[in-house]
């Protein structure tokens, strides 16, 4: 007979793999629209700046959600309301794909806002349950694998099918694999009761504390940046470098593979010395941003930046989810919550704000709002120190406020 201890082990990983595969089609889900974002504006007759808000809505509901899951679920089985989440991805793919006008296309991003707050709330506290604490580091770097196979594969895939089937066939195109993860999530996933209730109040103990408040804003800064220049990437590569289908695709696949460098480097180099690391998304990602600026106009140059921005953008996540496993450790819900409403609002911002200076000005404009923001994170993150739990630092134990 098989050692009940490897069966456990091995179930837990297998859990693991199958929230990367739900983040995967997350993310994919979420962003495809990047891709897609001129043929889509074409078809639904709007303005790309206006179809770049599918993006904005997804992550306005998104931030509803992850605030409130925790309340909401209250005592259910964390298993039951992933499965949960899963399903609404696959309802809101089905209206997206088949939207007759703009309205219900936007119905069906919100729906899939709902799904990506709940899911991301409840994500980094169950990694936390299944693997022991010292590998939850590999264990987010593994999840978020499936963030660096969708920005590998998702964007320049779906690109090219679009370009030859249409943009609606894209969406098509997830549905039977979000039916296929969801199976996996029955199978894989052990039985996560609540482990007591860590609802709004929790948040708000959060807070008080200044060095997560402050991580929470450097971290919005820092993904703000990020989503600003992400959004419209397509738009720049069309206009100022002068990107066709392929070429497109090709850089678009280019940014994507480098996110399997960055979650494996994550996984591997992140240790204890999580403060010196912060700084880097925005600093590293920010250099990118302003180097496609000067030299967009050569394709050879931009492929090389967006090489090593995709490098940092998933290693971002590994990043800031591992500082927030360290530091909110006594209280991961209700965390994990904040920190999926402070990525979806800069989701949010950085739609909205990046397409009314596309809109209202020029790509140009756009990509410099996000050099802003990167510098700004890098002005409130310093040296990362102040971003640390005191009691970790000096105790060795969280805070027990909560």
């Not at 860590?198 to 708000?204: E, G, N, P």
């Not at 800069?346 to 709002?369: E, P, Y």
Request: hydrophobic letters at 60%; a positive charge; charged letters at 10%.
């Amino acid at each position: 007979m098989a050692d009940p201890t490897t069966q456990t082990a091995s179930s837990d990983w297998g859990a693991v793999l199958s929230m990367s595969l739900c983040v995967a089609l997350l993310i994919a889900s979420e962003f495809m629209p990047v891709s897609l974002l001129t043929p889509m504006a074409t078809g639904l007759d709007a303005t790309v700046g206006q179809t770049g808000q599918a993006i904005s809505i997804s992550g306005l509901f998104a931030i509803v959600s992850s605030l409130l899951v925790t309340t909401v679920a209250g005592r259910l089985n964390r298993k039951g309301v992933l499965v949960g989440m899963t399903v609404l991805m696959l309802a809101s793919l089905v209206m997206v794909a088949a939207a007759p006008n703009f309205t219900v296309l936007m119905i069906g991003r919100a729906l899939l806002g709902v799904c990506i707050g709940g899911f991301w709330a409840l994500a980094t506290p169950v990694i936390m349950r299944l693997v022991p604490a010292s590998d939850v580091p590999k264990a987010l770097a593994l999840m978020y694998g499936g963030q660096a196979i969708a920005a590998a594969f998702a964007a320049p895939i779906g690109s090219y099918v679009g370009g030859l089937l249409g943009w609606r066939e894209v969406f098509w195109a997830l549905t039977p694999l979000v039916a296929i993860n969801l199976v996996w999530h029955l199978v894989a996933l052990p039985s996560l009761p609540a482990r007591g209730r860590q609802d709004v109040r929790s948040m708000f103990a959060l807070l008080r504390r200044p060095y997560f408040a402050l991580g929470l804003i450097a971290s919005m800064l820092s993904w703000g940046s990020a989503f600003t220049m992400f959004t419209y990437l397509r738009p720049f590569l069309e206009r100022v470098t002068g990107a066709d289908v392929t070429l497109l695709s090709l850089l678009l696949l280019a940014l994507g593979v480098a996110g399997f460098v960055g979650t494996w480097a994550a996984g591997r180099f992140i240790k204890d010395d999580i403060a010196s690391l912060l700084k880097l998304p925005a600093l590293i990602m920010g250099a990118a941003t302003l180097g496609l600026l000067l030299f967009g106009g050569s394709w050879i140059v931009v492929g090389a930046l967006l090489v090593v921005w995709g490098v940092m953008n998933t290693a971002m996540s590994v990043i800031w989810m591992t500082w927030m496993s360290r530091n909110a450790d006594d209280a991961p819900e209700a965390a994990g919550g904040l920190m999926v409403a402070a990525v979806q609002a800069s989701i949010l911002l950085g739609a909205v704000v990046g397409g009314w200076l596309l809109d209202g000005f020029s790509i140009q404009a756009t990509f410099i709002g996000s050099v802003a923001l990167a510098l700004l994170a890098l002005v409130l993150i310093r040296h990362g120190t102040r971003l640390l739990n005191p009691a970790h630092a000096n105790r060795g134990r969280p805070h027990d406020d909560l």
